[in-house]
């Protein structure tokens, strides 16, 4: 079965500092990708970053980065120097080659940071 | 560089009265076109998606149809809504996948919430 699990349902963390969203996956594709969106209040969602399963370093981009551990089927998402901004559900989701165009999306993890 | 509008923001609609979302992208050819609904605090659903022009594939059976009359255009409709038809409706476009290793990433737009009273 495809699936993507997040077990925090919310998460309350201090200003400036780092956070780790956790997101552990499920399928028997070779090939996938990974993704995490962020969605904050307005509703909109807000492609973060990817994650290919044969890209052999994790992904960065500016303050997220993404730690892949493949072999445990994880995905976590990790934020560096948080700002109130960062305050927003977090989706992670995935991309099995055997499903074409569809995404599956996670339960999500509310983020709230605080002053 | 690439937009996708969705339309209206916000719509509260009785009970039985028809419905008509309009999602468009601009800035690309041949995407292919996602339609999902959110319910309050809960992930995405995806309700459609298609791959070109009269393509639609249904994930779900429901109330809800989509049609895909343009390129870049991607209509979601009901003749009778109901209350369980309330929530969070996205479009979102991607890329045509080119291979395995294709990111494929979808993009939103600023999504539809539909009340239904």
């Known amino acids: 079965a495809q699936k993507i699990t997040q077990t925090q349902p919310g998460m309350f963390v201090q200003e400036k500092e780092a956070v780790t969203l956790d997101c552990t996956y499920d399928?028997?594709?070779?090939?996938?990708?990974l993704f995490w969106y962020k969605q904050p209040s307005s509703g909109e969602m807000i492609f973060l970053i990817y994650?290919?399963?044969?890209?052999?370093q994790n992904a960065t981009e500016g303050r997220y980065s993404l730690n892949f551990q493949k072999a445990r089927k994880s995905a976590n998402l990790v934020i560096s120097a948080s700002q109130l901004g960062d305050s927003a559900m977090y989706f992670c989701?995935?991309?099995?080659?055997?499903?074409?165009?569809?995404?599956?999306f996670g339960s999500g993890t509310r983020l709230s940071i605080r002053p | 560089s690439q937009t996708i509008h969705q339309w209206p923001a916000t719509l509260v609609q009785p009970v039985g009265s028809p419905l008509s979302l309009e999602c468009t992208v601009e800035?690309?050819?041949?995407?292919?076109l996602y339609w999902y609904r959110q319910a309050a605090g809960r992930g995405l659903q995806l309700l459609f998606y298609s791959v070109g022009i009269g393509q639609i594939s249904s994930e779900v059976p429901q109330n809800l149809s989509a049609s895909r009359p343009q390129d870049r255009q991607f209509i979601l409709s009901s003749k009778k809504l109901l209350l369980s038809d309330s929530g969070f409706y996205l479009c979102?476009?991607?890329?045509?996948?080119?291979?395995?290793?294709?990111?494929?990433?979808?993009?939103f737009g600023a999504g539809t919430r539909l009340s239904v009273l």
């Open positions: 989701a995935m991309r099995p080659y055997s499903s074409a165009s569809k995404i599956i």
């Open positions: 979102a476009w991607s890329v045509l996948p080119t291979g395995p290793l294709a990111k494929n990433i979808q993009y």
């Open positions: 994650q290919g399963s044969y890209d052999e």
């Open positions: 399928t028997s594709d070779q090939s996938y990708g």
């Open positions: 800035g690309t050819s041949n995407p292919n």
